[in-house]
């Protein structure tokens, strides 16, 4: 890459901080010793996040056989990966200063897609599920950074995608020195998150990952283009549905040789999921 990530955020400035919970839990996922009565006082901190991943955690999208009560009984009986997909789900509404129609439209559009990987990778064998879903989470992370920090010229960026001026990727040269691609990769490389994340946010429209090379990444930013696609044919996230976009068309569809009925399936679970796990997530 020709450009450096540490120019791309010192070019940002106001970066949305991670809740100083979300970021001990995941220090503490990497520490063997960490126990799950340790890692559930350190959620407990934060009382509005520990209420939203139980919520969460008790959504029909985690399919509980019984309901669960407790941050410790959740992390016993969810595991510790997803427990980081739930922080860091519980975590991404208090990335913004405000959380007004722009902002709901950029959240149901990273949890959809979070959704939608999860669901495309529990179908594969060679993509893991909680990857995808954080994959998904963050896939346009550098939207709600852009955002965050410089609200009214990414509204005014955003208001010339809706007039028709045209696309995002065409237009956001205009508005931002770097694309929210590159902003969003950049983001996640300060916050230490895994090159696979990193590469998946950075290419998860280009695609332009070397198959030889990287070829787990490349599967992984794959299932996210997928699935953004799909959201947005459902309409998530967007002003209104786009049901003509063919997805089967689309870069990750290709290459991850999805058929068209396939895609068709996938889709309608994704609504029905998103639908009916909507409000846990929003909590």
Same mark, same amino acid.
């Given at each position: 890459?020709?450009?450096?990530?540490?120019?791309?955020?010192?070019?940002?400035?106001?970066?949305?901080?991670?809740?100083?919970?979300?970021?001990?839990?995941?220090?503490?996922?990497?520490?063997?010793?960490?126990?799950?009565?340790?890692?559930?006082?350190?959620?407990?901190?934060?009382?509005?996040?520990?209420?939203?991943?139980?919520?969460?955690?008790?959504?029909?999208?985690?399919?509980?056989?019984?309901?669960?009560?407790?941050?410790?009984?959740?992390?016993?009986?969810?595991?510790?990966?997803?427990?980081?997909? @739930? %922080?860091? $789900? &519980?975590? =991404?509404?208090?990335? #913004?200063? *405000?959380? /007004? +129609?722009?902002?709901?439209? !950029?959240?149901?559009?990273?949890?959809?897609?979070?959704?939608?990987?999860?669901?495309?990778?529990?179908?594969?064998?060679?993509?893991?599920?909680?990857?995808?879903?954080?994959?998904?989470?963050?896939?346009?992370?550098?939207?709600?950074?852009?955002?965050?920090?410089?609200?009214?010229?990414?509204?005014?960026?955003?208001?010339?995608?809706?007039?028709?001026?045209?696309?995002?990727?065409?237009?956001?040269?205009?508005?931002?020195?770097?694309?929210?691609? @590159? %902003?969003? $990769? &950049?983001? =996640?490389?300060?916050? #230490?998150? *895994?090159? /696979? +994340?990193?590469?998946?946010? !950075?290419?998860?429209?280009?695609?332009?990952?070397?198959?030889?090379?990287?070829?787990?990444?490349?599967?992984?930013?794959?299932?996210?283009?997928?699935?953004?696609?799909?959201?947005?044919?459902?309409?998530?996230?967007?002003?209104?549905?786009?049901?003509?976009?063919?997805?089967?068309?689309?870069?990750?569809?290709?290459?991850?040789?999805?058929?068209?009925?396939?895609?068709?399936?996938?889709?309608?679970?994704?609504?029905?999921?998103?639908?009916?796990?909507?409000?846990?997530?929003?909590?």
């Amino acid at each position: 890459m020709s450009t450096d990530f540490q120019t791309v955020v010192n070019s940002v400035g106001d970066l949305p901080p991670m809740p100083a919970v979300a970021v001990k839990v995941i220090e503490l996922l990497q520490d063997p010793n960490a126990s799950a009565g340790r890692l559930a006082r350190t959620i407990a901190h934060d009382p509005a996040l520990s209420a939203r991943v139980l919520k969460i955690a008790n959504s029909s999208f985690y399919s509980m056989k019984r309901q669960v009560r407790t941050l410790e009984s959740a992390i016993v009986v969810m595991g510790e990966k997803t427990l980081r997909s @739930l %922080v860091l $789900a &519980a975590s =991404l509404k208090g990335m #913004n200063k *405000s959380f /007004g +129609l722009l902002e709901k439209m !950029l959240w149901e559009d990273s949890i959809g897609c979070a959704i939608g990987a999860r669901i495309l990778a529990q179908r594969m064998e060679k993509v893991d599920t909680e990857e995808a879903f954080v994959a998904g989470l963050f896939r346009h992370l550098g939207k709600v950074v852009l955002n965050y920090s410089h609200p009214q010229e990414f509204q005014s960026l955003m208001q010339a995608v809706y007039n028709g001026e045209g696309s995002l990727l065409d237009l956001e040269g205009i508005y931002f020195p770097y694309s929210h691609a @590159l %902003v969003g $990769a &950049a983001v =996640l490389n300060k916050w #230490n998150f *895994s090159d /696979g +994340l990193i590469q998946s946010a !950075l290419h998860h429209a280009d695609l332009d990952i070397d198959a030889e090379e990287e070829p787990a990444i490349l599967q992984l930013a794959a299932v996210v283009n997928v699935a953004g696609c799909l959201c947005q044919r459902l309409g998530i996230g967007q002003r209104e549905p786009a049901p003509h976009l063919d997805v089967a068309e689309s870069k990750g569809a290709l290459i991850l040789e999805f058929s068209s009925r396939y895609l068709e399936e996938i889709e309608h679970e994704i609504g029905r999921t998103f639908s009916e796990n909507r409000g846990y997530f929003l909590g």
